[in-house]
Every structure is written in C-alpha cells, then in structure tokens.
C-alpha cells in the first residue's frame, strides 16, 4: 500500500475507542430527553473527535434526512467563524451561514459567480433584527429541532468586552427557545470560560466531556489498542509494531489525544513517502510536534480539565472563594462623609 492511500485510510478508518463512545452515548440521551430550549454542550480538546460525534449525533437522533423529497431540515450544522473584520466574530455574517444551512430561499443563496450577486447583495442590506425575524421563521418552516454549532469558542472574538460572547450565546439560546430547538453548542475547552459569565446558563445547560487519555493503567492500556489498530494500517512502510514500541513516546507527544495522533502519524507517512524511508522512530520522533506546539496545547487542556474538577463544599478554600464574591457589609451611609475623619470643631475642613 503506498503512502497516500495509508494516509487516506488513517483519515477513514473508524475506531471507536471508549472515550468517544462514551460521549455519543451520553450526548444520544441527553439530546433525546432534552426539551426546546435547553442548551446541550459538548466540549474536549482539540482534535477529539468532536465534529465526528455531530455528524453520529444527526444520524442516530434523525435517521435518513431527505431535504429534496421533503422539505425538512430535523438538524442543522453551522460553523461559527471568525469571519468579521480584523478576525472578529461577526454576528452578522453568521446569521447569514445559518441562512445558508437552513436553505433560506432569498438570504440562503449563494452565487456561483461574482456576477451572480442580487441575492447577496440584498442580503448585505438587509440589517440584523430583520434576518433573525427570517431565520425564525425558516427554522419552524423547516421543522428544525436541533441546531448544532461547531467551534463554538469563537464567539469570544466578538468583541473585547468579556461578556461580549455570552451575550452572543445567550442570544442564541433565545431563539432556540423561540424557535423550539435544542441549542447543542461544541467546541474547545474555552467555551466553558465563555459560559462561565453566566450562572443562569451554567445552571440549565447539560455538559458532555469529551477527554482525552490520561496517565492511569487503564487509560494507558486502551490507549495502546488504539496504536494496535494503526499499527496494522501502516505495516507496509512500517517496521514491525513501531507504534506499540514507541508507546511511551507517542502519548507523551500527542497528549494522549487520538486526533493529534492520527495527525503526527499523517506527517510521519508523508514524510516516509518523500524520504524512501520505513516509518520508524526516528522518523515518528522528526516530526512529532516542538516543545513550543504542545507547551500551548497542554495549556490549553490543563486550564480546561482544571473547569471539570468537583467542587466541595465543605472544604476552607471552596467557602473563601464564596466569600470573595459575595459584597462587602456597607459601614455606612452611601454618599455621606463620616464626622471621625475630622477633628472636633473642624469638620469642614476650613479655618475657622
């Protein structure tokens, strides 16, 4: 088998290992007891196998989807992206994408052509509260129950103000619960710093985790059937079980996330083709990721797993934090000077 066909083959391969399902199944039934309105989110670190377990979700919770036939969109899958200027979240170009994802027969069309433009252009004029009116409506006519939005943590970028993204998402669950859908936002582990601006979201939102493989014995050990599996994909320009040999080596560099493996092992392939050599680990370990890449990464999981740790409520530290956010007991009138300050006879602050 020659390397892009491995390659190809990494990419398509399913392997269901037990971390992932484990969050379809508890995403399946969450999804299919929530109630409009509610707010599902599904978060991990990058790369694992979030957007994979959308397109499960849609599957197993709507069946066959015959749009054509009739007219019916049950789950409705939109990217949130940085599309505004200087990088910013616009909220407007993303109500357009969720024209477009809904089929909206005037706001949803794109020209194929840059000739082709009465239909964006009208849409460019159109302002904000006028296209949500329209996507209301599309989504009921549409018969829309679920709206998934991918790479959720984007919306931080609307503005600098902290709460500019909750107020972006809370938006959201607005309409979904105008609209009778169930708001399942997923993304990366800064999405919960985003929700976390606010408790009244906090308390009605349902929480999938998406983890990766940690260092305990039972982790580890499903981890190395994972690399047993790809091991038996890459034998024709491997030696012999080089990634269960390089075990130790390949979870310390992938974080013990499958979707940073399966792409190290992409380049490692690719690298073999270019240079004629067998994939060993020398060549796993020449492009494995620089200390600087999984410095940023490993920051960003640690601070992420850091949101997932129980609280308890007996412990000094969980009531001394409960203390800093509660207000200081006033020792006085608001707006009025208190007499101590002064001496007696000068309390004006004057002469005489």
Not at 19 to 37: D, I, M
Not at 191 to 212: D, E, T
Not at 238 to 265: D, F, K
Not at 304 to 322: C, I, M, V
Request: charged share 20%; net charge positive; glycine share 8%.
């Amino acid at each position: 088998m020659k390397a892009p066909q491995v390659i190809s083959k990494l990419n398509s391969t399913k392997i269901v290992h037990r971390n992932w399902q484990l969050a379809l199944g508890e995403a399946f039934a969450a999804l299919s007891l929530a109630s409009p309105g509610d707010v599902v989110c599904i978060t991990g670190p990058s790369r694992a196998g979030k957007t994979k377990l959308i397109t499960e979700l849609v599957g197993l919770l709507c069946g066959e989807i015959d749009f054509e036939r009739d007219g019916i969109l049950p789950a409705v899958i939109v990217d949130a992206e940085n599309t505004g200027p200087h990088g910013r979240f616009s909220t407007k170009a993303f109500t357009l994408k969720l024209h477009q994802a809904v089929r909206h027969p005037i706001y949803g069309v794109i020209g194929q052509e840059f000739s082709d433009g009465p239909a964006n252009t009208k849409a460019d004029r159109t302002n904000e509260p006028t296209l949500r009116f329209a996507l209301e409506n599309a989504f009921r006519l549409r018969k829309t129950r679920f709206l998934f939005v991918d790479e959720a943590q984007h919306v931080r970028y609307v503005s600098k103000d902290s709460q500019g993204g909750y107020a972006v998402m809370d938006s959201w669950k607005c309409m979904a619960k105008t609209c009778g859908l169930v708001l399942v936002v997923v993304g990366a582990y800064p999405i919960l710093q985003v929700i976390g601006h606010s408790p009244h979201m906090i308390g009605r939102k349902s929480q999938i985790h998406l983890p990766r493989y940690y260092a305990t014995d039972h982790d580890l050990a499903e981890f190395g059937k994972i690399l047993a599996t790809y091991d038996q994909i890459i034998a024709d320009i491997a030696i012999e079980q080089v990634l269960t040999q390089s075990a130790e080596m390949l979870y310390h560099g992938s974080l013990g996330c499958i979707g940073l493996l399966r792409n190290w092992l992409g380049r490692a392939v690719a690298r073999s083709h270019a240079t004629g050599k067998q994939l060993s680990p020398a060549l796993l370990k020449e492009v494995m990721f620089s200390k600087a890449d999984l410095a940023a990464i490993s920051e960003e999981i640690y601070q992420g797993e850091k949101l997932f740790e129980p609280a308890d409520a007996h412990s000094q530290s969980s009531r001394d934090r409960a203390m800093k956010v509660m207000p200081p007991k006033s020792k006085g009138k608001p707006f009025q000077r208190k007499p101590k300050r002064y001496a007696p006879g000068n309390r004006t602050g004057g002469d005489g």
